[in-house]
């Protein structure tokens, strides 16, 4: 390639022999120069946008000064000083949930199950030492003045923040167990709502001939037709008429209870049929020995009879009326 050089009036020429490689070479040479001259600028332009105005230098490539990181790193220590604050106040409501979960389950347990418990607890405390390292769910909350780093603060949140979660799946299953356990045993009255007791467990004058005699379970005044639902799950044993009882429903569950339903006008279940806590398996009636509509309410736990006002949970009190 040959460039020809032509100068002014006189026309003096000259040429030049230009080769590829020569004109590649300076190609490069000349976009190496323009990207310097290019970084030169842009790293000028930074150092001034950081040094007299920061936000431009975040628009330009995210950077920013540390006194602003000093502002945001300061700002989140204080954010994560209030979450760990509100992770320590959810456990402490946790804490008093399962408190109030264990009064309700003392309320709701049978008395022959308290009592069983009681001893147990006491046999243990007796014959177990405790001890070992205390290790709080929730360490003081982390003092950033004390050259703690931000991440580290972090780190400790986090770790906490999943043995609360642990905390909790533990307590949502011992509940769950807790429930189970207690829905299978006949702490739920058979009635759902306004009923009164017309004879109490014990000692009582019989309704028949007035002589003194046992009555080995609860009478629960209502109306016929008034549904009947099982005190706890269950498995049917007896569903059938009996001379004395009339049609009776009796219900194994589990630990050793039954529970038995006398005198009901219709039966719902049958022998051999599973039953839930809550189910409705009767009508109230005044079949069998019997003086009027009621239900006739008996507990037994491995064959020994129950007083039913010990093992039933009732949500407000019953007027007793002896007859």
């Given at each position: 390639?040959?460039?020809i050089w032509i100068s002014g009036?006189?026309?003096?020429y000259r040429k030049f022999n230009?080769?590829?490689?020569?004109?590649?070479?300076?190609?490069?040479?000349?976009?190496?120069?323009?990207?310097?001259?290019?970084?030169?600028?842009?790293?000028?332009?930074?150092?001034?946008?950081?040094?007299?105005?920061?936000?431009?230098?975040?628009?330009?490539?995210?950077?920013?000064?540390?006194?602003?990181?000093?502002?945001?790193?300061?700002?989140?220590?204080?954010?994560?000083?209030?979450?760990?604050?509100?992770?320590?106040?959810?456990?402490?409501?946790?804490?008093?949930?399962?408190?109030?979960?264990?009064?309700?389950?003392?309320?709701?347990?049978?008395?022959?199950?308290?009592?069983?418990?009681?001893?147990?607890?006491?046999?243990?405390?007796?014959?177990?030492?405790?001890?070992?390292?205390?290790?709080?769910?929730?360490?003081?909350?982390?003092?950033?003045?004390?050259?703690?780093?931000?991440?580290?603060?972090?780190i400790k949140t986090l770790e906490?923040?999943?043995?609360?979660?642990?905390?909790?799946?533990?307590?949502?299953?011992?509940?769950?167990?807790?429930?189970?356990?207690?829905?299978?045993?006949?702490?739920?009255?058979?009635?759902?709502?306004?009923?009164?007791?017309?004879?109490?467990?014990?000692?009582?004058?019989?309704?028949?001939?007035?002589?003194?005699?046992?009555?080995?379970?609860?009478?629960?005044?209502?109306?016929?037709?008034?549904?009947?639902?099982?005190?706890?799950?269950?498995?049917?044993?007896?569903?059938?008429?009996?001379?004395?009882?009339?049609?009776?429903?009796?219900?194994?569950?589990?630990?050793?209870?039954?529970?038995?339903?006398?005198?009901?006008?219709?039966?719902?279940?049958?022998?051999?049929?599973?039953?839930?806590?809550?189910?409705?398996?009767?009508?109230?009636?005044?079949?069998?020995?019997?003086?009027?509509?009621?239900?006739?309410?008996?507990?037994?736990?491995?064959?020994?009879?129950?007083?039913?006002?010990?093992?039933?949970?009732?949500?407000?009190?019953?007027?007793?009326?002896?007859?």
């Amino acid at each position: 390639m040959q460039i020809i050089w032509i100068s002014g009036a006189t026309s003096h020429y000259r040429k030049f022999n230009v080769t590829k490689t020569q004109l590649t070479r300076f190609a490069i040479l000349l976009a190496l120069l323009l990207i310097m001259i290019g970084s030169a600028i842009y790293f000028m332009g930074f150092r001034v946008a950081i040094k007299f105005d920061p936000s431009m230098a975040r628009d330009m490539g995210g950077v920013i000064t540390s006194e602003e990181l000093y502002h945001l790193e300061e700002e989140y220590r204080q954010k994560l000083t209030k979450l760990q604050g509100s992770l320590k106040a959810m456990d402490q409501k946790i804490d008093s949930l399962s408190k109030l979960n264990e009064q309700y389950a003392a309320l709701a347990t049978p008395l022959p199950i308290k009592e069983k418990r009681k001893d147990k607890e006491k046999s243990s405390e007796a014959s177990e030492g405790k001890g070992g390292p205390y290790l709080p769910l929730f360490p003081n909350q982390v003092n950033f003045e004390e050259n703690v780093s931000l991440r580290i603060g972090i780190i400790k949140t986090l770790e906490s923040t999943e043995s609360l979660n642990k905390k909790i799946q533990s307590i949502k299953e011992a509940w769950l167990e807790k429930y189970e356990r207690l829905s299978l045993l006949p702490t739920k009255p058979p009635l759902a709502s306004g009923y009164g007791l017309s004879s109490n467990f014990g000692t009582r004058l019989d309704p028949i001939n007035n002589s003194p005699a046992f009555h080995p379970g609860i009478d629960f005044n209502a109306k016929p037709g008034t549904q009947v639902f099982a005190a706890g799950s269950g498995l049917v044993i007896k569903a059938k008429y009996d001379t004395e009882l009339g049609n009776v429903i009796e219900v194994k569950h589990s630990e050793g209870f039954t529970s038995l339903y006398a005198h009901c006008q219709k039966l719902l279940v049958n022998q051999g049929d599973t039953v839930t806590r809550g189910q409705l398996i009767a009508e109230v009636g005044n079949t069998g020995r019997s003086t009027g509509p009621h239900l006739h309410f008996s507990i037994y736990k491995n064959g020994t009879l129950l007083n039913p006002m010990e093992v039933l949970s009732f949500s407000k009190p019953l007027a007793a009326k002896e007859n």
